[in-house]
């Protein structure tokens, strides 16, 4: 079940310390972001002194707060490839995609680097204030972004969007099913947005339904994910379903299937069907399954 977790940081609040981030007895672990890729010197982040830091001359608001671990900061920043080139003339790094680091750096570190890419994009994505079309400041420490208009003032905070996935059970079969544009023989579980308006249940029941017109009962949650990719806050549910007969939603899934745990396997060594990536809440919730 530790993959569930992957994206998510265990050290965000250190109880023991006060809030001054930038003192002369603290080390650093910085990363560094350009343009949504992650830098990775020989694979690892750059661990850095108190000096070290202000040596490279970032702008304080180029930096993001990502958790505290002792007399340890992890730190994030975004910065231009010309002004990391010029920082690190004598050091290779490399430009990595956030999925691609989960098997390149350690799973703290990806929760970080997840934590990094997230604030990134939310950034670039709120420029500018949603109310009054100023120009927006971002708070780098508390992770707060507001209107830099003295009128205004309008605050945001870090936006996510609760999706559910939903474990579907009809006595010893699970249901599985895959999107058109998903990568050949994929199969996952049922997922979809909560609207507005909606509790998780009843997205679990309206999803269901929706997708594969079935109804269920016994909607029980299991276990949650954050989702970096998609800003997604992940909630696992298992259901049971009231019948077996299916009436595919063609526009959202291509197929469905029940499966036995038998059958399962059988598909899987055939390599007629994949799971989803052992990081993926879906491989946790069919793992789930498959242990009971
Ligand atoms: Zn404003």
Redesign the pocket.
Known sequence: MQNLYLFSIKNKIDLQSNHNLFKSNLFYELSFIVKNKIILFNNKNCFLKFRELKKLKIKKESFYFLGKKDKTVFMGASVSLRKLKAVFKDKVFSLVNLRDCINLVSNEHVSYLSALFFLERWKNENKF?S????KNKFNNLTNYIE?K?KS???RIFPKIDPTVIILIKNNDKILLARSKNWKQNLYSCIAGFCEPNESLEQTVIREAYEEVGIKLKNINYLFSQFWPFANNLMVGFEAISCSIKLKINKSEIEDAIWVTKEELLSLKNKKKLILPKKYAIAHSLIAHWQKS
């Not at 109310?131 to 100023?134: T, V, Y």
């Open positions: 204030c109310k009054c079309g100023s209107c208009n205004c003032l309008k």
